[in-house]
Nanobody, 129 residues
Framework: VQLVESGGGSVQPGGTPRLSCEAS????????LAWFRQAPGKEREGVAA???????TYADSVKGRFTVSKDTARNTLTLQMDDLKPEDSAMYYC?????????????????????????WGQGTQVTVS
């Protein structure tokens, strides 16, 4: 699985950038995508994803400001970021999980934890200043 993120950059507080993640190289229709971020000196944290019932799940720090969307036909996950704050500055990563009860792996891990995912993109930097 290859994951390519785009849409990062430098934005002013209150900005509204949109990040995109395009997934390829996966032959099964059963996979899950999510957004994570990592700020300097901090651990990587889950930002947004769709849960097993296809409901959007967000970190508390971004609820009401970020919106995650997906286009299953195009294997794309999008993160619309609104009302950006300096504390949103981070490297944003797209993650994919092919774990399942059939495939094995940590398919049971919470949806916004790293353990749930086995593929990662290179990341796209978002700097808010």
């Amino acid at each position: 699985v290859q994951l390519v993120e785009s849409g990062g950059g430098s934005v002013q507080p209150g900005g509204t950038p949109r990040l995109s993640c395009e997934a390829s190289g996966y032959t099964s229709s059963t996979y899950r995508l999510a957004w994570f971020r990592q700020a300097p000196g901090k651990e990587r944290e889950g930002v947004a994803a769709f849960d097993s019932l296809d409901f959007r799940t967000y970190a508390d720090s971004v609820k009401g400001r970020f919106t995650v969307s997906k286009d299953t036909a195009r294997n794309t996950l999008t993160l619309q970021m609104d009302d950006l704050k300096p504390e949103d500055s981070a490297m944003y990563y797209c993650a994919a999980s092919t774990f399942s009860p059939t495939n094995g792996g940590a398919w049971w891990a919470p949806i916004l934890t790293e353990a749930r995912y086995n593929y990662w993109g290179q990341g796209t930097q978002v700097t808010v200043s």
